[in-house]
Structure formats: structure tokens, C-alpha cells
């Protein structure tokens, strides 16, 4: 056996063995890449197909049944038995059944006025409809303005009630489930949820609560979210896009085919009678709604989507408040299917088809494999296929199913097609915090109950106008620790390294795309993306 030299690690009488730093590291690299880094990347290429499959199988399923619902199904007024509300001389507002809207708030001193008015302003009998303003806010000067506003309606004849706790205790789902235990709640049929940021329509409830008075096996009304803001920033556009999809598609999808879909949280109105029969409200993940939609459904109620009853909101406009909002939103589903598989799988009161549905196109294929195989083709498996060309990645899979999915993904919003390549590159870059929080929730690591609420802009402008300007180096470390993200800087040096041995050895001409990346990774990772927040 050759003898290994003292200064190096490569034997000395390997062929080809030269002594400098460069030869070693070329050697130990054509040493490991044939044995084990070509296979695990074959490997990894194969995974990430079957993956891109199974999400081109379900936007092609799901574009299909659209075009299907949108030319064939009945609208749900003329699936479901609905009235309009009308007002009964004999019987006064007694025709009417008692409602409750709760409107859960932490801090929100820029829209707490648009809310609680919106709210107050709704088509509804003031004696059969109860307001219940929640506010967890730990500022002790908005909790007074909030308060001063509840006084103000309820001085004009509104029922509003002003709900305050010791502790933030559940955050969203345990001011929820605090509310509905006030004896006045008792009275009430139905409750309506309205973030802070949320701005209804005055027929609201007349459009909606028929669906549950003639309905009895439906729990859920949810109605579609517009965005005030969609305009302000590309950020907001990027949103919209992804969003409108998921209410065009797969809400009405899910409430065509199954009377089953995942309750936004907000913009929606429940029969108390299926929230107090599913459990009620419960706070062991970050997406409360979802987790209570679940286990409505899986005792058999039915859920309804109105397209066209339409709730205005506004959409994260900094690039933090969106990271942090997408960690909830990717981290929440991925714990919740951890922790309802099994009662799914279990469940004797829905049809094998429906756990099917939820089991695989709902949670396992929009809520996990979607992340993956975006983050991982796109950023890891497919730059590395150009830097060994022993793996080959087919054009089928690289370029012409993506291309589809893309496509598919245009629908919800047309006004925006020729942003459709930005969007994509765009999505990559969230797609890393997107599986990164996936993977804390299916593993139950330290953030997988992380709650941050989504800031809104006014509060952040506000709070800069009205503070005194740090010392320079506070801004500095402010800066470096808002606005500078590593590993979005560190995925673009990566893909940069990949592009130029492209463009210098490749044969596909994945150089383009992978600059295109590159240009985006960058800017996302000096924080040129959304509304710019002056540090203080």
C-alpha cells in the first residue's frame, strides 16, 4: 500500500497526484464524485421528478375541474337552498337570527378604525347582532383608542363590546375561544370572523347567513379576499398572484367537489353549534383555522366558498413581515398534518374518496411537496446537474411540466401574466423559508409555534417619525440585521458559480435562468423587496 505524505491527504502514489492545494482538493473530488456524489444526485434527480409529477397532476387536476365547475356546476345558491333575507312585519327583527362578529386585534393602530367601522357599518338589525372587539394589545395607548372607538358606536345604538385578557394565552385561537364563552354569546347562531385589516361590505350577512338558516349540515360560509394595497409594490403584486390562484382555484374547487376546503381564518362565518361539535377553537398550531376547518369536516359538515361575496384586506407590504407571515403559513399545515393523519386516516364519518382528497392533494402534495420541490429542483438539484455532467436532468422535467404548472398557476390573476417569469423566480427565493418551515413543523422544532403578527406599515412609518434617531453604529447593526438576509446571498453566490460554469461548459443554456436567480436571490437578500422601512 502507498505510503500518505505528512503534508497531504491524498496518497502520494495515486496517479496524476501533484502536490499542490488545487491537485489535492481535484483529486479527493474525482475520488468521492463517481462512488457517491454522482448516485445521491441521480438519486435526487429522480425524487425531485416524481415530485414535479405529482404537483403537474394536481394543477392539471384541478384546471380541469375548474373549467368544469365554471361551465357545468350550478352556483351554490342554486345547489344549496338559499333565500334572501327579508324583513317580516308580523315578526319584526325576530326573522332574523343573532349573530356575532368578533374582530381580533394586537396592536393594530392603523386599521382598527377601518375594521370596527366596516364591522358596524354591516346590514343587520342592531338588536340581533353583537360586536366583540378582542384586543390582546399590550400597548397600553392603543388599547385606549380602541376602547374610546368601541364607546363611540355603542353610543350610537351599536351593541359592541370591548374584550380584553390577563395574558395572550393561544394568541388568535385563544382570544377566539375566550369570546364565545360570554353568557351574551349564548344568544347568538352564528359568528363571523374579521381580521383587524379586514373591511366587509354592508350585505355581507345577507348574503351569507341564508346559506346556514336553510342549510343545516352546512358549518362554514367563506367568502374571497380582495387587497387594497395589490398595487403598492411589486412584493404586493407577487401576492396577489398566489393568492388569487388559491381562492379561484382551489377554494372553489374544494367547495364544488367536496364541500370541504381550508377556512381562511377571516372573511368567514361559522354555525357555533359545528365549532362548539368539532372541539372548538385550539392553539397547538399556527394555523388554528385550518385545524379547526379539519375537524368540522371530518364530522361530516359542509363548507361553502362564495367567489363573488368579496372581503377587502391588505396584504404584507416589507419583505420581514411577509417572511415571517409565510413561515406561519408553511410551518402551521406541515404540524397540523403531523398531528391529524392518523384521526383522518381513522375517520368513520367521511368517504374514502374525501380522505383521499385531503390527505394527499390537501396537505401532502399543496402543503409539503409543493415546497420541497420547488426549493430543492430549482435552487439545489438542478444547478448541481450542471456542475457534474455525468446527471442528467430530461427537458421534460427541467423545463416543459414547469412551464405548464406555471401556466395553470396564471389563471387567478390575468391581469398580471407578464409578471408570470418574475413570479417564478420570485417563488424560488421564498420557496428555502417556505421549506424550512415545513420541515419545523413535520419535526416539531423550536419555531413550530412561533406567532408573529403581521406588522402593518403604518405602525412601522409612525413609530420612526415619532422616535429619536440611533447612534450610527445602532443603525448600522440595525440594517445588517433587517434588511441583509445571508442565506439569500448565499444561494445567490451559489447558483452565480453554477451560472458561469454554465455559460462557460454547459450545453442547455441554464445560464440564463440561473443569472435571472441569481439577480433575484440578490436583491431579496439586501432587502429590495417591498416597501422600504427607514431604520432609526
Not at 360586536?131 to 395607548?141: C, F, G, H, K, Y
Request: proline share 4%; glycine share 6%.
Amino acid at each position: 500500500m502507498a505510503e500518505v505524505s505528512e503534508n497531504s491527504f491524498i496518497p502520494e502514489a495515486l496517479p496524476g497526484y501533484t502536490a499542490d492545494m488545487a491537485g489535492q482538493i481535484g483529486l479527493l473530488w474525482e475520488l468521492i464524485k463517481a462512488p457517491l456524489i454522482v448516485p445521491l444526485l441521480r438519486i435526487s434527480v429522480y425524487i425531485c421528478l416524481a415530485m414535479s409529477i405529482m404537483v403537474f397532476m394536481e394543477r392539471l387536476y384541478m384546471g380541469v375541474v375548474i373549467i368544469l365547475v365554471k361551465l357545468f356546476w350550478k352556483k351554490p345558491d342554486k345547489r344549496y337552498k338559499w333565500e334572501p333575507m327579508k324583513d317580516d312585519l308580523e315578526m319584526g327583527n325576530g326573522a332574523f337570527p343573532m349573530v356575532l362578529v368578533q374582530i381580533p386585534m394586537f396592536n393594530e393602530k392603523e386599521v382598527y378604525k377601518i375594521s370596527i367601522g366596516a364591522a358596524c357599518n354591516l346590514s343587520w338589525p342592531a338588536d340581533r347582532l353583537v360586536i366583540q372587539v378582542l384586543d390582546d394589545s399590550t400597548d397600553l395607548l392603543i388599547k385606549d383608542i380602541v376602547e374610546k372607538e368601541c364607546i363611540r358606536w355603542a353610543s350610537k345604538g351599536i351593541n359592541i363590546r370591548y374584550q380584553i385578557r390577563e395574558t395572550r394565552g393561544g394568541y388568535k385561537a385563544g382570544a377566539l375561544k375566550e369570546g364565545l364563552k360570554h353568557d351574551y354569546v349564548k344568544e347568538c347562531d352564528y359568528v363571523v370572523i374579521f381580521d383587524a385589516d379586514f373591511r366587509p361590505e354592508p350585505d355581507f350577512l345577507r348574503r351569507s347567513v341564508p346559506f346556514l338558516i336553510h342549510n343545516p349540515d352546512i358549518a362554514l360560509v367563506q367568502g374571497r379576499w380582495r387587497f387594497v394595497n395589490a398595487n403598492e409594490c411589486m412584493l404586493t403584486r407577487m401576492q396577489e398572484m398566489s393568492l388569487d390562484y388559491h381562492f379561484t382555484v382551489e377554494q372553489e374547487v374544494g367547495s364544488s367537489t367536496h364541500a370541504f376546503f381550508g377556512f381562511n381564518g377571516t372573511g368567514g362565518i361559522w354555525r357555533i353549534a359545528a365549532i362548539n361539535e368539532a372541539g372548538g377553537w385550539k392553539d397547538r398550531t399556527t394555523v388554528e383555522d385550518m385545524d379547526l376547518a379539519i375537524r368540522a369536516g371530518l364530522k361530516g359538515w359542509k363548507f361553502v366558498y362564495l367567489g363573488d361575496l368579496q372581503v377587502k384586506s391588505e396584504l404584507p407590504s416589507t419583505f420581514k413581515a411577509f417572511r415571517f407571515q409565510q413561515h406561519r403559513w408553511s410551518c402551521g399545515p406541515a404540524n397540523l398534518f403531523r398531528k391529524m393523519v392518523l384521526d383522518i386516516v381513522w375517520n368513520k364519518k367521511v368517504s374514502l374518496y374525501k380522505k383521499f382528497y385531503v390527505i394527499y392533494s390537501f396537505f401532502f402534495v399543496r402543503k409539503i411537496i409543493a415546497h420541497f420541490f420547488t426549493f430543492f429542483f430549482y435552487c439545489v438539484v438542478l444547478p448541481l446537474s450542471i456542475l457534474i455532467p455525468e446527471v442528467e436532468v430530461p427537458k421534460w422535467g427541467a423545463i416543459y411540466i414547469p412551464c405548464i404548472i406555471t401556466a395553470l398557476n396564471s389563471v387567478g390573476t390575468p391581469r398580471s401574466f407578464h409578471l408570470l417569469f418574475y413570479w417564478v423566480l420570485f417563488e424560488n427565493v421564498m420557496s428555502f423559508h417556505r421549506t424550512k418551515a415545513t420541515f419545523i413543523g413535520l419535526l416539531e422544532a423550536k419555531r413550530v409555534n412561533e406567532w408573529v403578527v403581521t406588522e402593518k406599515l403604518g405602525d412601522a412609518l409612525k413609530n420612526k417619525s415619532n422616535s429619536k434617531q440611533a447612534a450610527p453604529k445602532k443603525q448600522l447593526l440595525k440594517f445588517l440585521g433587517d434588511r441583509i438576509q445571508m442565506h439569500e446571498l448565499g444561494f445567490a453566490l451559489f447558483l452565480f458559480v453554477c451560472g458561469c460554469y454554465d455559460f462557460l461548459y454547459g450545453k442547455n443554456c441554464y445560464f440564463i435562468y440561473l443569472f435571472l436567480q441569481v439577480i433575484t436571490f440578490t436583491i431579496a437578500g439586501f432587502g429590495y423587496i417591498g416597501t422600504i422601512v427607514p431604520s432609526s
